[in-house]
């Protein structure tokens, strides 16, 4: 009988990022994980939760506990309503909720060892109807599991 598929923690913390960032005043319940454009009137503005990368320290071995630095990107989509112009204050309102949020739980409910906004780029776009805005915040998210045992976060 073979071993049964267990998902890995970047799933779990990616689903407690989801969590954390749903309701917020600017975005709120339009919150997708790891999609890459939403599509649609209805889900802008967003947010997207994704992982990018993960670094593993070496050394890890069957049993052995390995430090996890994880790198996700909360990205948030924005197009300002008829006849306003300005998506800049919609993106950093979106920032200020998302870094609020964060910062009252930077071990994700215990997942986590620690939780680090690296940076936040912004991008503009001319190309539709009305301009469109995109900010993306990348997080440094610390954590640990079992070298055999990837799909269980160690909480700290």
Not at 33 to 42: A, F, I, N
Not at 139 to 150: F, H, K
Request: net charge negative; hydrophobic share 40%.
């Amino acid at each position: 009988m073979g071993a049964q598929p267990v998902s890995h923690a970047r799933k779990t913390i990616r689903g407690a990022v989801v969590t954390l960032v749903t309701g917020l005043t600017t975005t709120g319940s339009r919150v997708w994980s790891s999609r890459v454009y939403p599509s649609g009137p209805d889900a802008i503005p967003g947010l997207i939760v994704r992982t990018m990368a993960e670094d593993i320290a070496p050394g890890g071995t069957l049993g052995k506990r390995v430090r996890r630095v994880l790198y996700l990107e909360i990205e948030g989509r924005v197009k300002p309503a008829e006849g306003e112009s300005d998506h800049d204050d919609q993106m950093d309102d979106i920032c200020a909720e998302v870094e609020t949020v964060v910062a009252a739980d930077p071990i994700l409910g215990g997942l986590a060892q620690s939780c680090a906004l690296k940076s936040t780029r912004m991008s503009h776009s001319g190309e539709m109807e009305r301009p469109a805005g995109s900010v993306v915040m990348t997080w440094e998210i610390v954590y640990y599991t079992l070298a055999d045992a990837p799909g269980t976060p160690l909480y700290v």
